[in-house]
């Protein structure tokens, strides 16, 4: 019996696996509106934004409006209760636009909401979730330190029980959404090991100083944030978790969601290089037509299509309830690599007209330098992995 298709059919050159037909209904429904949102409203002004080192934030209604923030809680905190294969498509559509964007949506859904989900009491759930679901409250989250991120455990940030209050002090650093943020989920070291809470932004002695000069991430909020003697009350202290097995959870969250957006920066950025060279004329032929052109243009699509299937089958694994954070740091090493590699190829197929933020691959190879750094390096996620597999800790 042939089973070849008798008629060839056009293949999506951007999904060559055709993975969008693996979706649900409801999933491509969300991927196509988030995809219509960053083509109407991100895309036409990001490269601005990027030059003027502006976080767009404007679009933050918008965005909540379209129930993107914390989109996998429940309903009854006025979330969306999406899956996380929805949440994945959210991330990769927005990082289509720029990664600033999907940041400001990581880090107020998987290291804000989550944590206050996921290890809150009653009273912090309804308090704040509904209002953040709303862009109205907005968070950022403080795990690193000035001496070393990749060490959390080593944290100077200290809790000091004092009556009914608890008294903050120590510095975080490369804080994502600080200077915006009306609350930081601080991670501090206490008697009893490590606790997270929720600091208000006009709690005396809380300071966020916003980072500039950055040469990445431009279109996103950086700052370091101060606590001299801040005195936090114990009903902001998140009650259901101690040690570090607290921040790690969050990270998990929004290291799932990180393998998801590159993606979307690759699929630019090989969409760029695709129709530039097509359109780019030397030696008498377009140089899409050379050997040496289509060679790289095809490896960048084997390399999108690899991550795509990784970051589906990675989604369905935690839909199901099963996904383990190695995997999770497997997927976030490889996807943001072949981000990185493949924004910095299109960029020098674009030749000299690839510096400037009119095109999109130096953008997004830029902010693929904080992303391969951020969530845990590289490093970070290799050693991960490499003590899966033998049981030894080399870090
Ligand atoms: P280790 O002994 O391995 O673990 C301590 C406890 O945590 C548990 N655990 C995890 N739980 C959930 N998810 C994970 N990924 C977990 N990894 C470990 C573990 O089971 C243990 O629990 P228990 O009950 O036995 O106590 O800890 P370690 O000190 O050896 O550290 C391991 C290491 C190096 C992997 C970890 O420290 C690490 O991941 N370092 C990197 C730090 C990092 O990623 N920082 C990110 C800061 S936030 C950020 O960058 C936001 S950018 C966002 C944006 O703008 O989009
Ligand atoms: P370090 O930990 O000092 O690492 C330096 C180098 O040493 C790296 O190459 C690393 O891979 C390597 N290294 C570390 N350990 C080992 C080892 N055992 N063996 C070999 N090599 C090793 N943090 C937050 O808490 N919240 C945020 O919102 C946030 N947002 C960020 C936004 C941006 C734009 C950036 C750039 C960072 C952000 N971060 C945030 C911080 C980020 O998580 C850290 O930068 C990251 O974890 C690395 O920490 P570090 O910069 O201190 O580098």
């Not at 804080?175 to 208000?200: P, R």
């Not at 954070?325 to 997927?331: E, I």
């Amino acid at each position: 019996m042939n089973l070849e298709p008798k008629t060839k059919l056009a293949l999506d050159p951007y999904d060559l696996y055709d993975i969008r037909s693996e979706l649900s209904e409801e999933e491509r429904m969300v991927q196509d509106t988030v995809a219509r949102f960053t083509d109407e409203k991100v895309l036409p002004i990001i490269g601005e934004c990027f030059d003027q080192g502006r976080f767009p934030r404007e679009l933050v209604p918008e965005i909540a409006g379209l129930g993107l923030l914390g989109s996998s809680l429940p309903a009854e905190y006025g979330c969306a209760g999406m899956n996380a294969v929805s949440y994945g498509l959210i991330c990769q559509e927005l990082e289509r636009g720029d990664s600033g964007i999907r940041s400001f949506v990581s880090v107020q859904s998987s290291l804000c909401m989550y944590p206050i989900f996921a290890y809150g009491s009653e009273e912090q759930r309804r308090r704040f979730l509904p209002a953040m679901a709303r862009g109205e409250v907005i968070g950022c989250f403080g795990l690193t330190e000035p001496h070393g991120g990749s060490d959390p455990a080593n944290m100077k940030t200290h809790a000091r029980r004092d009556g009914g209050d608890w008294v903050l002090n120590g510095a975080k650093m490369w804080i994502t959404n600080g200077n915006l943020a009306h609350i930081a989920i601080v991670w501090a070291m206490t008697d009893e090991g490590i606790q997270g809470f929720i600091v208000e932004k006009d709690m005396p002695g809380f300071a966020a100083q916003e980072i500039h000069r950055k040469m990445s991430l431009r279109a996103s909020v950086t700052s370091a944030l101060y606590f001299d003697n801040v005195r936090v009350p114990e009903a902001n202290r998140l009650p259901n978790v101690k040690g570090l097995k607290g921040p790690l959870g969050c990270l998990t969250q929004a290291r799932y969601g990180i393998t998801w957006g590159p993606i979307g920066a690759a699929i630019a950025c090989l969409r760029e290089a695709n129709e530039y060279a097509q359109q780019r004329v030397l030696f008498d032929r377009p140089i899409a037509g050379t050997q040496a052109v289509q060679i790289r243009l095809a490896d960048m699509a084997r390399r999108i299509t690899l991550a795509q299937l990784l970051s589906l089958r990675l989604g369905r694994l935690k839909d199901e309830g099963r996904m383990q954070p190695t995997q999770v740091s497997l997927a976030k090493w490889n996807n943001v690599r072949m981000a990185l590699d493949i924004a910095r190829e299109a960029r020098d197929i674009l030749g000299g007209a690839g510096i400037t933020v009119e095109h999109v691959p130096i953008r997004h190879a830029l902010n693929l330098e904080s992303v391969i750094t951020y969530e845990g390096t590289e490093t970070v996620h290799q050693l991960v992995v490499g003590r899966e597999l033998t049981g030894i800790n080399a870090f």
